[in-house]
Nanobody, 113 residues
Framework: VQLVESGGGLVQPGGSLRLSCAASGFTFSISEMRWYRQAPGKEREWVAGISIFGGSETYADSVKGRFTISRDNAKKTVYLQMNMLKPEDTAVYYC???????WGQGTQVTVSS
């Protein structure tokens, strides 16, 4: 299982970023995918999840209405569109295959003026 996250960066409060996670080494099309994040000094937390065909999405209360998870099975990629970003969204963001205990290197998101 290989997961490569990208798209992070520095953004001002209220701004947007789109994260990508390119997957390989497993059958992506039949895998539920999730995004997590870990802020400095805090435990890693679940952010969002998407079902196999993208028909069902779930979100942590802290990001509901601002973040959108999506997937492209042809590209074996899962995305996280993040809008109305807040300083408390600052963290390293990771994607994960629900049924495997493997993590990518993550991508840093910093929300600051």
């Amino acid at each position: 299982v290989q997961l490569v996250e990208s798209g992070g960066g520095l953004v001002q409060p209220g701004g947007s970023l789109r994260l990508s996670c390119a997957a390989s080494g497993f059958t992506f099309s039949i895998s539920e995918m999730r995004w997590y994040r870990q802020a400095p000094g805090k435990e890693r937390e679940w952010v969002a999840g998407i079902s196999i065909f993208g028909g069902s999405e779930t979100y942590a209360d802290s990001v509901k209405g601002r973040f959108t998870i999506s997937r492209d099975n042809a590209k074996k990629t899962v995305y996280l569109q993040m809008n109305m970003l807040k300083p408390e969204d600052t963290a390293v963001y990771y994607c994960k295959v629900a049924r495997f205990d493997s993590w990518g290197q993550g991508t840093q998101v910093t929300v600051s003026s």
